[in-house]
């Protein structure tokens, strides 16, 4: 008994069929006996295919989390299975129910999610592209796409906020710059707003109601104590990972400069999580992280000043690097009321995002960096993406 909502079911064994079925429903016998499976996917896809004396359901998800799934078994140890990117049970052996060691049901839960860019020579968005149009390829080998979404399709967006000391009095120009950022996304968007000093507060939760959005951004008041960006950055993954989704971002204003840059030699300044952790849990998520930076420097440390210039340094570097590593861009204002521009700029770039996922053809988690490579087959075409994961 196979279901799926978002996915598809594939069966390449000889199945008798139980009443109705279709590209979501399949119930059946293969006919070798044993307990029966019950396999459920949210958002994956079911494949039921022979392997050397063993016979396989395969679920492939898009969510990693074991709380999306419902897997069961009869006499079987599903409820053995744990999270993780990937989980197998191999719950069938002759002492149990009179079967053979070989007769195994193997659970295998891994997609490769990837939001995609793709421009002309010019720089120009190429938005009407199909699944058929691209190639990808993990580690050098052609990999098959089982889930496309094209660049219409609706957005999780979290928009971050920067409320720290260095930004107290940009503060109105911001907020009118985010409104008019939330009005330039489509009314499909789910949208949430969160911000940070010390402390990481969420605005709004997600919800495509633009009013309530903007009404929530004009209530936002100066809380100007600390900046703790890279603790911000993680909850916000966190909060992100509730969307359930694969078409994910992030729009992140600041100037980057996390306290710890500030009192590299402060206990009190330490962050709950270091920028190599960030960027290492970046690397696994399905995020899109956009930073616009706000150049704060001048004012902080003062005109012709050193002091802190070596923090904003690396800051820019650290801000740079999550774009990359995530297949964005980072963007820059110069001065707060730069902001709108570069606002509508962002919007755009979100617009022109393809999601597609894939199924590694080698399964192999022993830890080590899988190259991600993505080709389209037209003239100049300029293709961006995450640039690999690591096999866990």
């Known amino acids: 008994s196979l279901r799926t909502i978002r996915g598809v079911i594939e069966s390449r064994l000889p199945v008798t069929i139980f009443g109705e079925t279709d590209a979501h429903l399949l119930d059946g016998r293969i006919g070798i006996g044993g307990s029966p499976v019950i396999a459920r996917s949210q958002r994956g896809n079911i494949t039921v295919l022979p392997e050397a004396g063993s016979r396989i359901a395969s679920i ?25 990117p990937a989980s197998n049970a191999s719950p069938a052996t002759s002492g ?11 659970l295998e839960a891994r997609l490769v999610n990837l939001n995609v860019k793709v421009t002309d020579a010019a720089g120009k968005t190429l938005p009407a592209l199909r699944k058929e149009d691209f190639v990808v390829l993990e580690d050098d080998v052609r990999q098959d796409v089982s889930y496309f979404e094209p660049v219409t399709a609706p957005l999780n967006i979290v928009l971050l906020l920067d409320l720290s000391g260095s930004t107290e009095r940009k503060i109105k120009v911001m907020k009118k710059a985010a409104q008019k950022f939330v009005d330039s996304l489509k ?52 909060l992100l990972e509730e969307a359930n989704t694969t078409r994910k971002a992030i729009v992140v204003l600041t100037d980057g400069v996390d306290n710890s840059l500030d009192h590299p030699d402060s206990a009190e300044f330490d962050p709950r999580h270091g920028f190599d952790e960030l960027l290492a849990r970046t690397i696994e998520a399905d995020a899109t992280i956009y930073p616009i930076y706000l150049d704060t420097e001048y004012e902080t440390i003062g005109a ?4 802190g210039h ?40 979100l617009h022109s995002l393809y999601s597609m996922a894939y199924a590694p053809k080698v399964v192999r988690k022993d830890g080590k960096w899988r190259k991600i490579g993505i080709a389209v087959g037209l003239p100049g075409a300029k293709v961006r ?6 096999a866990k």
């Not at 149990?96 to 193997?106: A, E, H, L, N």
């Not at 012709?304 to 002091?307: D, E």
């Open 96 to 106: 149990d129910r009179g079967g053979t060691v070989d007769d195994v049901i193997k």
């Open 304 to 307: 012709g000043g050193r002091s």
């Open 385 to 390: 993406t995450k640039r690999g994961y690591f």
């Open 60 to 84: 492939s998800q898009t969510s990693d989390q074991l709380g999306k799934r419902d897997f069961s078994s009869s006499n079987a140890n599903a409820s053995g299975l744990k999270p993780g």
């Open 187 to 238: 009314p499909g968007d789910h949208i949430a707003i969160a911000a940070f000093t010390r402390r990481f507060y969420i605005i709004s939760n997600f919800t495509t109601d633009h009013k309530l959005l903007k009404d929530r951004i004009d209530d936002i008041k100066n809380r100007h104590a600390g900046t703790a960006y890279y603790d911000a950055m993680w909850a916000t993954l966190d």
């Open 310 to 349: 070596d923090a904003y340094v690396t800051a820019r570097k650290q801000l740079q690097a999550l774009a990359d590593q995530t297949g964005a861009m980072m963007f820059k204002a110069e001065r707060a009321e730069d902001l709108e521009g570069v606002y509508q700029q962002v919007a755009a770039e």
